[in-house]
């Protein structure tokens, strides 16, 4: 089913990992995908990839920390592809490390990457969501890719924690602004277990330096330890999450969070 025909997105750090299978998926879906990332080789390989699988994908530069870069990435689009349906706010920074490790300047470059970034994506796209959202019929969509460790602590990454929560909210707050105002823009969150890629491997390398456990293996069989499906998260499902709340099937659903974590918040 090809629920994302004539809708155009904008993903963020969409050059690996979970930002790339969202946008291979938007586009199997029928949307044209602006392929971001900070680093824009990474994003142009992953638009080559889908382009040949048969799909529409543009690829740009954008740091999610700039406010400047926002602004022309959005012109850009508005000019090549005079719309902007969908904006995926995923590229996300991982500092493990503990309270005592943590210093100053990495508690702050987390919160400007995980959540400014964020905050910056919907006041530069909201015009553009706004207008395109008069001509479809359940408007325009938001999507915030938070953490399972956006909603319960993860003693490991305290700082990370606090920008996941941080943006859990900041997706309801504007669920609800949005729709009161009448936009026509839903707001929504996902929040992936461990998945595999960077974030994870940052996780076990953070648990290994601490002497918690004596290396990769052994500090991932410690966290799937408490996964009920025992295995990590494939990138296929988050970006599945996702383009669901990116689609019109979730018309009705708006500051709310999709947990994709194998069951591990179930206890
Ligand atoms: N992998 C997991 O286990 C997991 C679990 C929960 C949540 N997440 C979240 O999913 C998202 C993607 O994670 P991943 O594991 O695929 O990460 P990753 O490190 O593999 O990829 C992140 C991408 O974002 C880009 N990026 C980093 N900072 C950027 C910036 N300032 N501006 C633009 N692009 C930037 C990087 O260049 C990279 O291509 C993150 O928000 C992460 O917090 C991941």
Redesign the pocket.
């Known amino acids: 089913m090809r629920r994302l025909e004539k809708r155009v997105a904008l993903v ?8 790339a299978a969202i946008a291979r998926r938007l586009a199997q879906e029928g949307a044209e995908v602006h392929v ?4 824009e080789d ?1 994003a142009a390989a992953v638009v080559a990839e889908i382009a040949g699988q048969g799909g529409k994908a543009v690829a740009c530069r ?4 700039e406010a400047g870069a926002w602004q022309q990435v959005v012109a850009d689009i508005a000019v090549q592809s005079g719309r902007l349906d969908i904006l995926v706010n ?5 500092i493990a490390k503990s309270v005592e490790e943590m210093s100053q300047q990495e508690w702050r470059q987390t919160m400007t ?2 959540l400014e ?1 964020p905050f910056l994506g919907v006041q530069s796209c909201l015009a553009l969501l706004r207008e395109s959202a008069k001509t479809t019929p359940f408007g325009s969509s938001i999507v915030h ?5 956006g909603i319960v602590g993860t003693a490991a990454m305290p700082g ?1 924690t606090a920008s ?1 929560a941080g943006l859990r909210f900041f997706s309801k707050s504007i669920a609800i602004d949005f729709g009161r105002k009448g936009y026509r823009i839903r707001s929504n969150s996902v ?10 491997e940052a996780l076990f390398a953070a648990h290994t330096r601490n002497g918690l456990s004596s290396n990769r293996e052994e500090a991932l069989r410690h966290f799937l330890d408490k996964y009920p499906l025992g295995y990590m ?1 494939r ?1 296929e499902d ?1 970006a599945a999450g996702v383009a669901y709340l990116a689609s019109d099937e979730a018309a009705f659903v708006t500051g709310t969070e999709l947990v994709i974590d194998g069951g591990m918040s179930a206890y």
């Open positions: 963020t750090g969409a050059g690996q990992g979970i930002g971001s990332d900070m680093q990474r954008l740091d999610v920390t995923n590229a996300g920074l991982v990457v995980n970034g890719v938070s953490s399972l460790s990370y996941k929040h992936p277990g461990l998945t595999e890629g960077n974030s994870a998260g990138l988050v």
